[in-house]
């Protein structure tokens, strides 16, 4: 019996007044918070009669620890933190100085390299970090302004008045897998707030919740998605520069699927590599962590990694929607910052900077609103202003149809590119239409039985323990922990669907698409088609394909009890 | 002349005295808790391979947890205070705030790198310094660390302190001078000890379920006092390290898998002669 | 004259403790190799009684410590008569087995002597004159050789299957007995322990079992777990599962083992269709022994097991529990 969990009912819960809540603790959150603190401070020096308080203002952050669930490349483009912090490469941990780039375009045994980097991938100038350290240096610095990061804790529910966020209820701890109070059970604080702020990553939870509620993204196209798998490995010295990125495009992908991978060379002979592949192919059957490994099939990529170390292992999805799947971002007692308003330059393949960049505006309007303790849609929406007016927009309106492009295929795509970059973004027409991912993907009975081209990207990897790896050993070294007796935090809305149908039409994607190991047919005679889906809850890494590909959208992932989830160290 | 009552009052506060405990009627516990490399951290060693190096992820020691959740709960009955030390670099502070965000009174910060190389031995001798000035009627510490494993520094702090102590306790119940204890035994016994006050416990793990660290709990731990102690203020106290690590290193496992074929009746025989004869477990 | 080792044995309900046997075996085995000498020592009332059994053993000389104070056990009355006994024959080496018992009082006694102890030890070695202990670091992760930088005497406690009681050599006549009457004052003794007594268990702690059998999803159905049940109780053992199992409810949490689970290192793990998960295996590699039955011959489990059965495991269980049965109603 599959319990979902759920904020329990008839429990009286503290109640605990806020300024501003900001709910994620990624850059984009830790910007805000120290662009905020900058802000109260300035004023305070100015205003000794009437000082503003930190003391009120909190930063939600689920992981028990920062930054142990952010999870990128990555490279910074450090426009941004220059603004924040001017000086901070002296005492931010970076990698390295971005060197040389080189962009290849694979077939299975061979590559191209192309001879000029698109403008879009060139990376001089920006660094090679690793996100969770940087986020945790960034926590580091928001602690000493005396504004206080609460760690492994979760936004499970946004609180309302009417049209207005009042605030944000935080998980319920000790709820045993019926969804029964523990003896440790301590009720969610409803932490009732004048602002809050959704800075949750891609695909938020509360963001989901909010935008569904007000029916928010009725103007905006869908937003899409990709799912980033990463690996870290410790390679023998001289295989790869520190500061060097390589990106590639072609196999093992065919012309159906959207991505590539990317080649980051760290410090202490430490690379990051993964592989990004959009959540919209056409196959069921396709594994991304399968697609991973058959990318380091290649020997591009084996010659780099022979006889090396793997690390760590994590998955997250990055939204590839561009300008016109950003929903409002702002309105009565609520503001939306980074991944979770869909902040990210899908050509550039970055989107810390915006985030970061985003908080920062976020935070002078979280200002104003303390200030003249107002916090109406009036007063927010100087933040979606903001956003119209600065470099955030700049930069994403150049490609606000990059993806879409590709929505008919690889060829496609390169042509409505190039036709973008000749006319600012615009290509054939000023806003191209999308569709969800999802809806790309086709019914086995009309796909070939064996794959076709595809059959190398289907089902799971099958590990040599050494440079490929199957999933649970991939699984294994993303360090991920949940409290294991509580309820299931994937709802899947109607179970039947997947007994009844989806092992018929689909063949059951969710054991694929998930990273993580944590869907699972398994032999049931009681069920018409002898399978019933499982779930290994505790498995999970928080990265939300299961809550994006599902191709009948039935299921919402919601925060699990705060605390657990993947250890990102050094990712 | 002193009167009969004057030699009676007299009588009485000696007795206090040598039993001021009894007068207050606030019960003090110390928690000794330790920070640990996190249960699936990726260890490396050192270049000396003599300890492990410092960039890994910590945590607090899981068997203190529990004796700082019977702390709390013992404190809950009889009302007192609860106070948490422990010794280590800058980091190990981390395990004080929590303790306080789950209700610990105040904290003991021993704070120095150099706490780190120090053996139980040492680890104890620093504690008893540190304390010197409280009166606690309680020591608690877990069972082990999770990172050597020694079982040994609570019970170094009671010979240290020349307290009575009792080792592996399921459960206490305290009356008015002295506690009864469950102490678990090997092969699922136990057996119940009445012990004087003060005393030190190593209390067993899993006996309660863990409370949480509320909101509000973590916003007050940032008021409470953090006494810190400097190398030097126990410096006095401790001497060099009675044992050393000459080397630490990955156990290496010279495994040669040997395969037993046959029929299964032949692979029972078989595997009974080797279970019998080579490993002797019949 | 040589340095002497000195090994003081564990009396449990008026008998020895079987592992001090191991002791014994591990105390010859660092006598042989330093050229030290070895006696042994017993402690307790009875100690007289049982201190025959130990002279049957090859060591130089057997001590019985007595006083009518050394019962029931507490680590004050313990404590203090080694002291007077170790004060008084000089042991360069004091070794234990490292039972609960000993975790109690050895650090105490130790302590008082000024001295430090070496414990939970999993073998020695001596290099170059020296001795070094080695021990189990971060839960078996790492391992660790340690030597004493004090003056004698050392203490030392050797983990249970560190050495095989068996292997305790007999001596060619049996050794000189003597008894040690230790004086302990009043008010020594603070704890007042009641009778031991048993009680039924809530939780199993699979870290304290020396024999585990250990079902995987190869067993396919939880009315199977039975036979592995059988199986266990003819060892000895005691009955675990990976993951999957327990999270089908059809063995308890506890008896999970793995890195969401319990992780041990018994003296013999039986992996019954178990196909050796990552998550799985570090929960058990530290086992001494470990003997695997999977059909799949490619089964990660195999990498890491000392005996490897490819088979059905409801082919082969069954034979095995009724040879073990007969082995053991034999002997």
């Known amino acids: 019996m599959l319990v979902f969990r759920k904020p329990i009912e008839g429990v009286e819960r503290p109640q605990m007044p806020a300024d501003i809540v900001i709910v994620g603790g990624g850059p984009a959150g830790m910007a805000c918070a120290l662009r905020l603190s900058q802000l109260i401070d300035a004023h305070n020096a100015q205003n000794p009669d009437s000082q503003l308080s930190k003391e009120n203002i909190y930063v939600l952050e689920k992981a028990r620890e920062i930054g142990q669930h952010c999870l990128s490349g990555a490279l910074l483009d450090p426009r941004s933190m220059r603004e924040l912090l001017p000086g901070f490469e002296k005492e931010a941990p970076l990698d390295a100085q971005v060197t040389k780039e080189a962009v290849y375009f694979l077939s299975q045994k061979s590559k191209f390299k192309l001879p000029i980097t698109p403008p879009p991938l060139r990376d001089h100038g920006n660094y090679v970090i690793s996100l969770n350290r940087f986020v945790k240096w960034m926590g580091s610095k928001v602690e000493e302004t005396g504004i206080t990061i609460f760690t492994g804790f979760a936004g499970a529910e946004l609180l309302y008045d009417g049209d207005r966020v009042t605030g944000v209820r935080t998980d319920d701890k000790g709820v045993d897998k019926e969804g029964r109070p523990k003896s440790n059970f301590e009720p969610g604080y409803d932490l009732n707030a004048k602002v809050v702020i959704l800075a949750e990553g891609p695909r938020g939870s509360l963001t989901k919740q909010l935008v569904s509620k007000f029916d928010l993204a009725k103007d905006a196209n869908p937003q899409t998605y990709g799912v980033g798998i990463k690996e870290l490995w410790e390679v023998p010295g001289g295989r790869i520069a520190p500061g060097e990125v390589i990106y590639t495009l072609g196999w093992p992908l065919t012309t159906q699927e959207y991505g590539g991978a990317w080649i980051y060379g760290g410090k202490d002979n430490v690379v990051s590599l993964g592989f990004v592949t959009g959540l919209d192919y056409p196959d069921p059957r396709l594994d991304p962590q399968r697609v991973l490994q058959e990318f380091k099939k290649h020997p591009l990529v084996t010659k780099l990694l022979e006889g090396g170390k793997m690390i760590r292992y994590g998955a997250k999805s990055m939204p590839y929607g561009g300008w016109w799947a950003i929903p409002p971002v702002a309105g009565n007692g609520w503001m939306i910052l980074g991944d979770s308003a869909g902040f990210l330059n899908s050509a550039r393949l970055k989107g810390i900077h915006l985030a970061i960049k985003s908080g920062m505006l976020a935070a002078e309007t979280a200002f104003e609103a303390l200030k003249k303790d107002n916090s109406s849609a009036a007063i927010l929406a100087a933040y979606q202003k903001k956003v119209e007016s600065s470099w955030i927009k700049d930069e994403l309106w150049k490609v606000r149809n990059m993806h879409q492009g590709f929505e008919q295929g690889f060829y496609a795509g390169m042509f409505h590119t190039g036709l973008q970059m000749i006319t600012g973004g615009r290509g054939l027409r000023n806003r191209y239409p999308a569709h969800a991912g999802h809806e790309h993907m086709r019914k086995l009975a009309e796909l070939p039985a064996d794959g076709g081209d595809e059959a190398h990207l289907l089902g799971p990897a099958k590990g040599d323990g050494k440079l490929i790896f199957d999933k649970l050993t991939d699984l294994y070294h993303s360090g991920t922990k949940h409290e294991e007796d509580q309820p299931s935090h994937l709802i899947i809305h109607d179970t039947n669907i997947c007994n009844e149908r989806c092992v018929k039409e689909y063949g059951s994607p969710c054991q694929n698409f998930c990273p993580a190991n944590v869907y699972e047919m398994v032999d049931d005679a009681t069920q018409p088609n002898g399978k019933r889906i499982s779930l290994n809850p505790s498995n999970c890494v928080h990265c939300k394909t299961c809550d994006i590909a599902d191709p009948y959208q039935i299921i919402t992932w919601v925060p699990p009890e705060g605390g657990g989830g993947p250890n990102y160290d050094g990712m | ?282 | 004259m040589p340095d002497a080792i000195l090994v003081v044995v564990e009396q449990r309900e008026g008998k020895l403790n079987r592992v001090s046997w191991e002791t014994i075996a591990g105390g010859q085995a660092i006598a042989a190799a330093t050229g030290w000498t070895l006696d042994a020592a017993i402690v307790g009332e009875n100690g007289s009684a049982l201190a025959a059994e130990v002279a049957a053993k090859k060591v130089t000389k057997v001590y019985a410590v007595e006083s009518p104070k050394l019962e029931p056990y507490t680590p004050d009355a313990f404590a203090a008569a080694l002291k007077q006994l170790i004060a008084a024959k000089q042991p360069k080496l004091v070794l234990m087995p490292h039972t609960y018992q000993v975790r109690d009082f050895v650090p105490k006694l130790a302590t008082a002597m000024g001295r430090t102890v070496i414990s939970d030890c999993i073998g020695f070695k001596h290099e170059n004159g020296k001795l070094l202990f080695t021990r189990q670091m971060f839960q078996g992760k790492l391992a660790a050789d340690v030597s004493f930088a004090s003056e004698a005497p050392w203490f030392a406690t050797f983990q249970n299957g560190a050495f095989r009681g068996d292997q305790a050599e007999a001596g060619a006549s049996a050794a000189a007995i003597e008894t040690v009457k230790v004086e302990i004052t009043d008010g020594v003794i603070r704890n007042k322990p009641q009778d031991v007594f048993k009680e039924a268990k809530q939780a199993v702690d699979l870290t304290q079992a020396e024999i585990i059998v250990s079902v995987g999803r190869g067993i396919k159905e939880q009315k199977n777990i039975e036979m592995a049940k059988q199986l266990a109780e003819a060892l000895g053992g005691e009955l675990a599962a990976s993951r999957p199992i327990c999270d089908n409810g059809w063995l308890p949490m506890d008896r999970q083992i793995g890195s969401s689970g319990q992780t041990v290192a018994p003296k013999l793990y039986l992996a019954l269709g178990i196909s050796g998960a990552i998550q799985h295996i570090v929960g058990m590699k530290g086992a001494r022994t470990i003997i695997a039955v999977n059909k799949d011959s490619e089964a990660p489990i195999f990498e890491i097991a000392d005996y490897a059965i490819v088979g059905n495991l409801f082919d082969i269980v069954p034979p095995l529990t009724e040879e073990v049965k007969k082995a053991k109603a034999g002997s």
């Not at chain 2, 105040?106 to 104890?124: M, Q």
Request: a positive charge; aromatic letters at 6%.
């Open chain 2, 1 to 282: 002349m002193p009167s009969a009552n004057c030699q009676l009052l007299i009588y009485t506060d000696k007795f206090a005295a040598r039993n001021s405990y009894v007068r207050s009627n606030v019960l003090k516990i110390l928690v000794c808790m330790k920070q640990v490399p996190q249960k699936d951290a990726p260890l490396k060693l050192n270049d000396a391979a003599t300890w492990i190096r410092e960039d890994v992820s910590y945590e607090v020691n899981e068997p203190d947890a529990f004796a700082l959740e019977e702390a709390l709960r013992q404190r809950e009955k009889h009302t007192g205070e609860v106070v948490v030390i422990t010794s280590g670099p800058a980091r190990s502070q981390q395990v004080l705030r929590e303790a306080l965000a789950k209700g610990a009174d105040r904290a003991i910060h021993l704070e120095d790198n150099a706490f780190v190389g120090l053996d139980a031995f040492n680890t104890a001798k620093a504690f008893a310094a540190a304390i010197k000035d409280e009166k606690f009627d309680l020591i608690f510490t877990g069972l082990q660390s999770d990172d050597y494993g020694y079982a040994q520094t609570g019970v170094i702090l009671a010979e240290l302190l020349g307290w009575p102590h009792a080792t592996i306790i399921m459960h206490i119940e305290k009356n008015e001078t002295s506690i009864r204890v469950k102490r678990e035994l090997e092969a699922g016994f136990f057996q119940y000890v009445d012990m004087p006050l003060p005393a030190v416990l190593t209390i067993q793990s899993g006996i309660n379920k863990l409370r949480y660290a509320t909101l509000i709990g973590i916003k007050q731990a940032k008021n409470k006092p953090i006494r810190k102690v400097a190398l030097a203020e126990v410096q006095a106290a401790i001497g060099e390290n009675l044992q050393k690590i000459e080397r630490l290193y990955v156990p290496e496992k010279t495994k040669k898998t040997v395969h037993i074929d046959g029929t299964p009746a032949e692979i029972a025989k078989k595997l009974v002669d080797k279970l019998r004869n080579e490993l002797r477990v019949l």
